[in-house]
């Protein structure tokens, strides 16, 4: 099975770079993915990682090393609308994707 | 145009009633999923539905049955709603498990 651990909450100032962290253990690692999700609405794809490294898009980037089981979403320049809850994902052995509880992240002024 | 659509967007119905939510994407893809998010919004898989091959979590009480009359669509019937059914339940799809997933909006679920 999976088991995939994020901090439940961060809070960040509007302007800093925030990291959230991602441990995963999994059985066959398929990747990793990144979704965001504003309150009442729904998830957003964001990243996905397959090979170790870091891989840039934008403000966003995010990292995986599949040795440790690890990853990160790195957020720069963040901006109010960043407020969020963050997930991270594993695709299982059962063909389906299984989430974490996700990082809710709160912007301040 | 939306890709991925679910009706309806608010269901408030009493303990025991049967409901169904419809899904209908628009991508082409070729598998289609349900997710229920908590209160704690705790997003866990309930079914996937790909050409034909449906896989069940196991943990989904058999009153939740997917129904795909074609690909482009995997409506969920519920019998019997409880109290513990409240929740928002989001359909999403995508090409292949290695794809990004793309969600309905989601359809929030009350019983009273």
């Known amino acids: 099975g999976q088991n995939i651990d994020q901090p439940t909450e961060m809070t960040a100032t509007e302007g800093a770079i925030v990291q959230i962290n991602c441990t995963y253990q999994?059985?066959?690692?398929?990747?990793l993915f990144w979704y965001q999700q504003h309150a009442g609405e729904a998830p957003t794809f964001l990243s996905y990682?397959?090979?170790?490294g870091l891989e840039e898009k934008g403000r966003f980037s995010s990292f995986l090393s599949r040795s440790k089981g690890y990853s990160y979403l790195l957020l720069k320049e963040l901006q109010m609308k960043d407020s969020a809850s963050y997930l991270c994902?594993?695709?299982?052995?059962?063909?389906?994707?299984?989430f974490g509880s996700g990082t809710q992240l709160t912007v301040l002024p | 145009d939306t890709a991925v659509s679910q009706t309806p967007k608010y269901l408030v119905t009493q303990m025991g009633n049967d409901k169904s939510i419809k899904c209908e994407q628009n991508l082409g893809h070729d598998t289609m999923y349900w997710y229920k998010q908590d209160s704690k919004k705790f997003l866990k898989i309930m079914f996937s539905y790909n050409n034909k091959e449906l896989i069940i979590n196991e943990t989904v009480p058999n009153r939740f049955s997917p129904k795909s009359p074609d690909k482009a669509h995997l409506n969920l019937h519920i019998n019997s709603l409880e109290l513990g059914d409240s929740a928002v339940y989001f359909c999403a799809s995508s090409q292949a498990l290695d794809q990004p997933q793309h969600f309905g909006d989601g359809t929030r679920l009350s019983i009273l």
């Open positions: 994902a594993v695709p299982g052995s059962a063909r389906q994707l299984t």
């Open positions: 999994t059985s066959g690692f398929n990747g």
């Open positions: 990682n397959v090979l170790d």
